[in-house]
């Protein structure tokens, strides 16, 4: 296993347009993160699963993304009608939840809204 | 709300000298985690070193070491014989240690640059 990889690792779109990232944790990690980073800052914290299910939202997450992780394998990020401010990276980490304080993170998306 | 504070935006350190990144966090909690994540130019955060806020006994990694201050709120990291490979962002980080999942709290980031 080569740990956490995320597709694509950059994305340019049009404003309106919808993106869908994926990201493919470790294998037998069972909790799957997104975060978001913008430029001079820290990442922030957007969504986890535990399995398939979605356990917390951050308010950052607005009605126009949507998280899926329907195997509790893979998940998707998906970003309708994009906005100039949705350019950011955007970070998947996964962890086992007997040793939840260590994350493993991918090298994430950048997202370009033009 | 937990906050992490790092307020040197940028540091530089001669090759082989060593290097100390300041850190600060904000929290009511008594038990919870503290980390030190590296972000090279590949974009990929590290896990460099972490700390329990019940053990008074500092984390030592190889040449990384932190300086844990509980009743200050401070997590400094002691970067010992700095290498070229050093040079990245810092970020601090914060999570609650408790039976249900708190999301990582991230400090702004230290731009760290090495110079030979």
């Known amino acids: 296993d080569t740990g956490v990889s995320q597709d694509p690792r950059h994305k340019i779109t049009k404003r309106g347009q919808n993106v869908t990232f994926r990201c493919d944790p470790i294998s037998e990690h069972n909790r799957l993160y997104w975060y978001r980073q913008t430029l001079g800052q820290g990442p922030e914290f957007l969504t986890y699963f535990q399995n398939e299910a979605q356990l917390e939202k951050s308010r950052l997450l607005s009605d126009r993304f949507s998280a899926e992780r329907p195997k509790g394998s893979f998940s998707t990020l998906e970003i309708q009608r994009t906005e100039q401010g949705d350019s950011a990276m955007y970070l998947c980490a996964s962890s086992f939840v007997e040793t939840n304080e260590k994350l493993f993170f991918g090298s994430g998306t950048q997202l370009s809204v033009l | ?116």
């Open chain 2, 1 to 116: 709300a937990q906050t992490v504070t790092q307020s040197q935006p940028e540091m530089s350190v001669q090759e082989a000298e060593t290097v100390t990144l300041s850190c600060t966090y904000d929290t009511s909690e008594s038990d919870y985690y503290l980390f030190w994540y590296k972000q090279p130019p590949s974009r990929q955060m590290i896990l460099v070193i972490r700390q329990e806020a019940y053990k008074q006994q500092n984390a030592t990694e190889n040449r990384f070491s932190v300086n844990f201050q509980k009743a200050a709120k401070s997590f400094s990291l002691k970067i010992s014989d700095s290498q070229l490979g050093d040079a990245a962002m810092y970020f601090c980080a914060y999570r609650l240690m408790n039976s249900g999942n708190t999301p990582l709290v991230f400090g702004k980031g230290t731009r760290l640059s090495v110079i030979a």
